[in-house]
T-cell receptor, first 117, second 114 residues
Framework: EAGVVQSPRYKIIEKKQPVAFWCNPI?????LYWYLQNLGQGPELLIRYENEEAVDDSQLPKDRFSAERLKGVDSTLKIQPAELGDSAVYLC???????????????FGPGTRLTVL | GNSVTQMEGPVTLSEEAFLTINCTYTATGYPSLFWYVQYPGEGLQLLLKATKADDKGSNKGFEATYRKETTSFHLEKGSVQVSDSAVYFC?????????????FGKGTLLTVNP
């Protein structure tokens, strides 16, 4: 079974440029998460989707970040414009989506490493 | 709010040595506890988990016991291998309606030398 797929794996851009990350979750997984991982830190949740609905975007900086999950499968996270401080790894994860179940394991993709110059 | 504190690394061991990575947490209610591992160039993988007090999670020779009285979930392995070299993250998920939200520690880099 294929895991969570993310692309690109690496991205280098200049500040003020836009950037987008793509995620394809595990087939059949209804819940999709985007995390931000700064160097030397653990991941922090940015946004969670249940199917196509963003049910928790409280940690997403909405002035420059946006996300979508059309048709409740693939998702795109966008930053516009990027700032130097956005350099980090952006992780996507998915789970079956059994809300309230302690066994709803999150499976992570390899991440996209963003460098903003 | 919820928080996880884990042993700072890096940790360097020789092959077949005993491993302990300490993890303590602060949370309301009854969180579930996890250890994730991140091998170089790969995403996080769930290593083991425990969902209630006194549960022991185990996988690939690693073990951790959910200790509510000490709010701890220390990771142990009796004999490490070079292939165990990775970053290890302790995490918890909230209880009830927020049980999807993982709170991670900062990670501990483990290097095992032959």
């Amino acid at each position: 079974e294929a895991g969570v797929v993310q692309s690109p794996r690496y991205k280098i851009i200049e500040k003020k440029q836009p950037v987008a990350f793509w995620c394809n979750p595990i087939s059949g997984h209804n819940t999709l998460y985007w995390y931000l991982q700064n160097l030397g830190q653990g991941p922090e949740l940015l946004i969670r989707y249940e199917n196509e609905e963003a049910v928790d975007d409280s940690q997403l900086p909405k002035d420059r970040f946006s996300a979508e999950r059309l048709k409740g499968v693939d998702s795109t996270l966008k930053i516009q414009p990027a700032e130097l401080g956005d350099s980090a790894v952006y992780l996507c994860a998915s789970s079956l989506g059994r809300t309230g179940s302690s066994t709803d394991t999150q499976y992570f993709g390899p991440g996209t490493r963003l460098t903003v110059l | 709010g919820n928080s996880v504190t884990q042993m700072e690394g890096p940790v360097t061991l020789s092959e077949e040595a005993f491993l302990t990575i300490n993890c303590t947490y602060t949370a309301t209610g009854y969180p579930s506890l996890f250890w994730y591992v991140q091998y170089p160039g790969e995403g996080l993988q769930l290593l083991l988990k425990a969902t209630k007090a006194d549960d022991k999670g185990s996988n690939k020779g690693f073990e951790a016991t959910y200790r509510k009285e000490t709010t701890s979930f220390h990771l142990e392995k009796g004999s490490v291998q070079v292939s165990d070299s990775a970053v290890y993250f302790c995490a918890l998920s909230g209880s009830g309606g927020s049980n999807y939200k993982l709170t991670f520690g900062k990670g501990t880099l483990l290097t095992v030398n032959p």
